[in-house]
């Protein structure tokens, strides 16, 4: 059973923006932070980005003034906003509910 799927990955050139999105049937959804991870080739998963179930934002320092996260509610959805990507942003990225994962989905951030 599915729990989270992400999408909105792609190929874009650097510069270029993204919008990922984290979508859930679960009932709970709404009620727990929900954080965004990646992982390039060869390196550990690291947290990029949270959000509480109050809209609360943290970021890791990489990625602060060019990612955003926020959630949807109603649409059980949260989104990650990214701009400004550069190639070490290349990496499959993830969201995380509780200890529930998502497949991921990639992102190459390439000329």
């Known amino acids: 059973q599915v729990q989270l799927v992400e999408s909105g990955g792609g190929l874009v050139q650097p510069g270029g923006s993204l919008r990922l999105s984290c979508a859930s049937s679960r009932s709970d959804f709404n009620i727990y932070a929900v954080s965004w991870y990646r992982q390039a080739p060869g390196k550990q998963r690291e947290l990029l980005a949270a959000i509480t179930s109050g809209g609360i934002t943290n970021y890791v320092d990489s990625v602060k003034g060019r990612f955003t996260i926020s959630r949807d509610n109603a649409k059980n959805t949260v989104y990650l906003q990214m701009n400004s990507l550069k190639p070490e942003d290349t990496a499959v990225y993830y969201c995380?509910?509780?200890?529930?994962w998502g497949q991921g989905t990639q992102v190459t951030v390439s000329s």
């Open positions: 995380k509910h509780r200890y529930y």
